[in-house]
């Protein structure tokens, strides 16, 4: 937000008189010292973890850890008796969250990674965003909260993680201040910590390598996995992840489907590419290929044609057989469920 002033335009007239000379100056240096006050931009502030004060970071870690041991027990009740009214009243996906994570996380240590303190009591009404930049006092740390749809409030924000099981998670609980060390449940998000066994940064070193190596599609699928996993929430911003996201954008991948499908040509055959992601839910890290056909109801030629498929990515990316444990491939016809199959890289010739 910026202020604006009115533009002062010269035109020719009489000479002044020195009494109107020196109200005129007097007002022309009124104007430039108001200039030059520092004026406050933003009605909001952040607070970092290790500048709050003793009390407000004891009092929002003791409600985060709280529950997150609720959510562990498949307490949804009592989570949503801790819970805003406003998000208590449609609770329902939260509760379905819960009921999901419970199995995966009983048992497990969990860990507060960052806490921010988020004053925006002053605002005079919603907004469509509510951008929250958060610097330290030495100003060795920067980095920024943007929250859609926050009303005027005092809020906390925890990132978490819980480890200790086999399917690792990270949390990012949105905390109101209901008084002066009591918080109330006001957004719950949760993502897995790993990908097929592995961190954001053991992603984010193989990117690097595979860009080194010139493998751009797999730098550039090793990258999103790891801009993924990075934070539990996607309105916070770190120097890491942006230096991630520019390493990111500098890996120029060609042949990807974008707003366009991707045709894929080999021996003749054309196959028509809308989509391609990642899955590890098979146990090993697979590249998904979603492609469009006319027709999938003769199994045995869908089967066919997509064998024809897998070999033809690989004859033509053959950089993938180093990062991806096989191909999972997903033959969409209008109107027919799709046909899908999975190869490990070694049974694809």
Not at 170 to 181: E, R
Not at 205 to 215: C, E, I, L, N
Not at 287 to 292: A, G, I, K, N, T
Request: net charge neutral; with cysteine; glycine share 8%.
């Amino acid at each position: 937000m910026t202020d604006s002033y009115p533009l002062i335009r010269h035109t020719a007239a009489k000479p002044a008189s020195s009494a109107a000379f020196r109200t005129a100056l007097g007002l022309a240096l009124s104007l430039l010292l108001a200039l030059l006050v520092p004026r406050p931009l933003f009605a909001v502030s952040c607070t970092l973890q290790g500048e709050m004060t003793p009390q407000t970071r004891t009092s929002m870690e003791q409600a985060a850890r709280a529950l997150l041991q609720q959510v562990a027990a498949g307490s949804a009740a009592q989570v949503r008796a801790s819970t805003i009214p406003t998000v208590a009243a449609q609770f329902q996906s939260i509760a379905n969250n819960i009921q999901r994570l419970a199995p995966l996380i009983s048992g497990a240590t969990i860990t507060i990674d960052a806490m921010y303190s988020l004053d925006a009591s002053d605002l005079k009404q919603q907004q469509s965003e509510v951008q929250f930049f958060c610097d330290s006092q030495n100003a060795s740390l920067h980095e920024e909260v943007g929250i859609p749809g926050l009303p005027p409030g005092a809020y906390g924000l925890v990132v978490a993680h819980a480890t200790g099981v086999k399917a690792p998670q990270q949390f990012g609980l949105l905390l109101q201040g209901t008084g002066p060390t009591q918080w109330k449940l006001a957004g719950f998000f949760s993502k897995p910590l790993e990908d097929a066994g592995h961190g954001s940064l053991w992603y984010w070193t193989k990117a690097r390598q595979y860009a080194q190596k010139g493998q751009a599609w797999n730098a550039h699928f090793y990258y999103r996995i790891a801009a993924d996993l990075a934070l539990p929430v996607g309105f916070i911003s770190t120097p890491n992840l942006q230096k991630l996201l520019q390493e990111q954008s500098e890996v120029k991948a060609q042949g990807l489907p974008g707003t366009a499908p991707a045709v894929l040509t080999h021996n003749g055959q054309s196959y028509t590419i809308t989509g391609l992601r990642t899955d590890s839910s098979l146990g090993g890290l697979d590249l998904v290929v979603e492609y469009s056909v006319p027709d999938v109801s003769d199994p045995v030629a869908a089967r066919t044609r997509i064998l024809g498929l897998m070999s033809a990515m690989l004859a033509e990316y053959p950089q993938l057989r180093e990062a991806f444990h096989g191909l999972w491939v997903f033959a969409n016809a209008p109107g027919q469920q799709p046909f899908a199959i999975e190869q490990p890289m070694d049974q694809i010739h």
